[in-house]
Nanobody, 112 residues
Framework: VQLQASGGGLVQAGGSLRLSCVAS?????MSWYRQAPGKQRELVAV???????NYSDSVKGRFLVSRDYAKKTMYLQMNSLKPEDTAVYYC??????????WGRGTLVTVSS
């Protein structure tokens, strides 16, 4: 499965952005990760195929992950953005054979 992430950009602290990740095929679990400069990649949100979602403590209550299965797309609605949310955001997905794929990433910059 190929993944294409988009929607990143520059936003002021307190603002919102919505990221999208379009998959080329059927996926099961889809996730958002992010990597800030000089830091390790971290898990941000997970969307399981049964509808369950999980979030890192740092974004819980501010970010919302959702799926449009007809469009094979996962979204990440990011609200109340903070400068520490600045990172390259990557989407990750597993296909029906549980093979993992990564998208190229989209840069989110939050100014203070």
């Amino acid at each position: 499965v190929q993944l294409q992430a988009s929607g990143g950009g520059l936003v002021q602290a307190g603002g919102s952005l919505r990221l999208s990740c379009v998959a080329s095929g059927i996926t099961t679990t889809m996730s958002w990760y992010r990597q800030a400069p000089g830091k390790q990649r971290e898990l941000v949100a997970v969307s399981h195929s049964d509808g369950e979602t999980n979030y890192s403590d740092s974004v819980k209550g501010r970010f919302l992950v959702s799926r449009d299965y007809a469009k094979k797309t996962m979204y990440l609605q990011m609200n109340s953005l903070k400068p520490e949310d600045t990172a390259v955001y990557y989407c990750n997905a597993r296909n029906l054979a549980f093979k993992e794929s990564w998208g190229r990433g989209t840069l989110v910059t939050v100014s203070s």
